[in-house]
Structure formats: C-alpha cells, structure tokens
C-alpha cells in the first residue's frame, strides 16, 4: 500500500468508448501526476497538477483529457482512443517538485486494452 | 529529452551481489532515483541520491554516484529470489520541477 490508489486496475474499452481512469492519494501531497508506461520504452510523463493546477502537459493528444478537482483526486478522461494506447497508466504524488527532491510515491497502475 | 541508459535485463544466483548500472547525460541532475516494479505492481520508491553525494547505504542496498563519469549503480547485497523485479533508473529533471526521467528498466532475475 503506497497511499496513492487508482481504480479500475484494469480496463477494456472500445475505440468509440468514453471512459475514466480514478486516482485517490492519501499522502496529503500537492503534486500529482499521470505517467504512462508501455512495454520497451521509458516511462513517459503524460500531465502534472500543482495545487490543483496543470503546470506541465507534455505533448499528449487531446483524447486524453485530465482532471484534478482538488489536491486528492485526479482523473483521466478517455475518449476515442487508438490501439496503441493500451499501456500502463500510473498515477503518482509527491509533496512538491522533484527538483527539490521531493519522491514520488506511484499507485499501482491501471493497465488499459483498448480494442 | 536527456536520456538514462540501463541494460535492460540481468542474472544473478540467490545469495550473490547484484549490480544493476544506469548512465545519464545531464549533468545538472541534482537527484538520482532507483525505483522497483514488481510484476502487475506500480513502482515502489527504493532509495534516492542527491548529487553531491558519492555512496548512499540502506541495509542490503548500496547506491555508488559517479557525477564526473554520469554513472549511477545500485548494488543489492545477498540478492533473494523477491528481489527478482524491474529496477527503474531516473534522474530529476532541472529544465522541469516535476519531471523525472527514467530509464528503460532493468529486469533483474534471481535463480535459487
């Protein structure tokens, strides 16, 4: 147990398919984070929140839409996704920036199959 | 983005050292991070090296920073069959307060 939960742990959709990945953490952190984690390739840093704010948004495509409505929860909307989405989608928290280093605490990912 | 070089698998024997490498290209990284994944498992914090630092030790674990060569090492002592997982190599990025770098990932596999 890592203080960050993200349900559902795993999920099919369809292609036409709106959905929502859930992140809760417990830490009573600031920072939270979507990371995105496919096989054979680093892990990819997908969106960061600050305070409930978005302060980094790296180049993802807008079917990929995040969410932070306080420093405890965020979300990951889903919609019209393409196969080579499926991955590993982790969510994590820290307690300010890592450049001040601060650690990141990971929940357990959220394995999605797009088909 | 700069880039954080693992191999990407290793074996050792229960009860031997393991020694999993990561070399990294920015060298204003001010800290250094070794995370384990075990399989189905998200990633779980190991330990972390600030850059002025050369040796960092906790229990079975030693972390080795060589700042002037870009070389990070992580050696785990008596390695144990739980310890088989993947160990994430990352670097906090300065261009970003956030962002860490990782590397690929280095599967290690303990045989008894």
């Given amino acids: ?115 | 983005g700069e880039d954080v070089e693992q191999s990407l698998f290793l074996s050792v024997r229960e009860g031997d050292s393991s020694v999993i490498n990561c070399t990294y290209t920015d060298s204003s990284s001010t800290y250094l991070y070794w995370y384990k994944q075990e399989p189905g498992a998200g990633l779980q914090l190991l330990t972390y090296i600030f850059s002025n630092m050369d040796m960092k030790q906790d229990q079975r674990l030693t972390v080795l920073l060589n700042k002037k060569d870009k070389h990070l090492s992580l050696r785990i002592a008596d390695t144990q069959t739980g310890d088989s997982a993947i160990y994430f190599c990352a670097e906090s990025a300065p261009n970003s307060g956030y962002a860490l770098n990782f590397g690929k990932g280095t599967s290690l596999l303990v045989t008894p």
């Avoid at chain 1, 398919?17 to 992140?23: A, G, I, W």
């Avoid at chain 1, 809760?24 to 409930?52: D, I, R, T």
Wanted: with cysteine; proline share 5%; glycine share 6%.
């Fill in chain 1, 1 to 115: 147990e890592t203080g960050v939960t993200q349900t559902p742990r795993h999920l099919v959709m369809g292609m036409t398919n709106k959905k929502s990945l859930k992140c809760e953490q417990h830490l009573g952190h600031n920072a939270m984070y979507w990371y995105k984690q496919s096989a054979k390739k680093p892990l990819e840093l997908m969106f960061v929140y600050s305070l409930e704010e978005r302060v980094e948004n790296n180049s993802v495509p807008s079917r990929f839409s995040p969410e932070c409505p306080n420093s405890s929860h965020l979300f990951l909307h889903l919609h019209t996704l393409q196969p080579e989405d499926s991955a590993l989608y982790l969510c994590a928290s820290s307690q300010g920036g890592t450049i001040s280093g601060n650690t990141i605490y990971f929940g357990e990912g959220s394995w999605l199959t797009v088909v």
